[in-house]
């Protein structure tokens, strides 16, 4: 295998339109109706490999453009317009080979070139008439393309090119067999083009096998444009990164993240004052002994760490797939390592997030990942400090509304308005309230981080302990071993902590205060419950619907 590391293909170089690289006005038409505005890396490096004639070996996987690396050249040079020749796309599902093909037709319409599709599971007939009527690209799957060739209904003489998509996944899925008895009868002169998310000794072994002399293009960019990842950026001073973060990670509440550094320091530091701010973080580096880094990704593995803290040769191999968030604590120094950070999140088809923090020595980098990548990352900036304060006073209100659920009775509701018109009311409903949260109430943060740690969440949660007042400050959870609860609705189902208690009483005979702490969060609350009493409460509470959600409860996750 010939490795083109990286490289660029010096046709490629300076291209950076599709007219650049040559392609043939009806062609580009077509991509412009489509809506493509400009090459992606892996079809701008791909192409003069590809037309030149070359097998070709691309580490790219989906959201890359790969579809449009091997459907333009295909219609555009590979297949003559007056020839017989035909294309022959191999795909691991049925759905791939349709929208393959689907692809491909609109990138050839004004050329002639018509695409049909075969797969299994669907009529034979069907597609041996539109074979009939000559198409010259066929995407399908292994099976049913085998079954063709052997009936004839596809001649194995007139496929000149092989495109092997997603050839890991075709292997993973157990379709080695049927993809070497295609091939063997496919003829030996022909261009070979194979395009994998991964390039293990699998791989290998088919393209050693079946491909000569294959370029390799290992693009490091070809995470980009993996449609999947939004990337956001925040500009900061470059003065205070570590509060910075903190106000990044207030405010975007990620489920969980992967937390990037350049140096080993930093990830000591910074995990360090997100512990200290009430985060539940983690620290990785390659200096910490074998045992505690086996015992810290035991942790994550169990998810029962919600930011790892990494260098990127500790986070380097390890699975955190189920993290739902990179973050950058500072731009790496080069933009591939960006690229590959980033890639780190959105995995197998999930949608990934990835937040930097920009100072501005590292705008430079930033420029180029533009322009290189193409990545375009959305601004955001830090809500301002009379901003921050808004918000919290607004949370707080929001948890005194949830532990008072009833109307008063007659007497408190007469006290009420005889304090309310006292003089000096505002001075002793402000006592009051320093007395609720057990903490000077103008040290926002620090309430925040207290609350945090308290139940290890975070400041959004909708967060109140049952009860007086004065439970709010002690530990009610203490006296009892309690459990948590997961319920599968959440503030976006528009349910308050008040109501989730109220039903917890209706239907369980919970008394106010056995029923702990309750976090509603976005898409699911948190509650805690006595110990003994936790199977009976999710027995009992089967059944009961918000809206037009049935609730689920369930022990929560290491508990
Ligand atoms: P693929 O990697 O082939 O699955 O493509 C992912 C998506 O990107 C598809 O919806 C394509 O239509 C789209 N796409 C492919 N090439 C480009 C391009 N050059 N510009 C914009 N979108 C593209």
Known sequence: MTETPEAEPPEAEGAKTFAELGIHEDVLEVIAEMGWETPTPVQRDSYPLVIAGHDVIVQSRTGTGKTGAFGIPLVDRLLSDDGDEQALVLAPTRELALQSAREIAKLGARRGIDTVAVYGGASMEQQVRALEKGARVISGTPGRVLDHLKRGTIKASRLRVLVLDEADEMLSMGFAKE????????????????????????IKRVAEKHMHEPQF?????????????????YMVSGVGRVANLISVLEIEDPESALIFCNTKAETEEV?????????????????????????????????????????DVAARGIDVSHLTHVINFSLPTNVEQYVHRTGRTGRAGRTGTAITLVGPTELGILYYLRLQYRIFPVERTLPSEGEQRTRQEADRIAMIDAAYPNAPNEHDLALVRRFMSHADAERMLAGLLSA????????????????????????DDHSMVNGDPDDATSEAEEESPTATLYVNVGRRDELRASELGRMLRDRTGLKRKEIGRIRVRDKHSLVDVPEDRAQDIIESMAGAVLGDRELELELAKGD
């Open 179 to 202: 993809l070497h008895a295609i091939i063997e009868r496919l003829p030996k002169k022909r261009q070979t083009l194979l395009f994998s998310a991964t390039v293990d000794r699998a």
């Open 217 to 233: 293009l290992g693009l490091s960019g070809d995470h980009v444009g993996a449609l999947g990842i939004e990337h956001f950026v």
């Open 271 to 311: 995990s360090a004052a997100l512990q200290r701010a009430g985060f539940n973080a983690e620290w990785l580096n390659g200096d910490r002994p074998q045992r505690e880094r086996e015992e810290v990704l035991g942790r994550v593995r169990r998810e029962e760490v919600r930011f790892l803290v990494a260098t």
């Open 436 to 459: 609720f949260f057990g903490e000077e109430t103008g040290d926002v943060d620090k309430v925040a981080a207290t609350r945090r740690r308290r139940g290890k969440e975070h400041p």
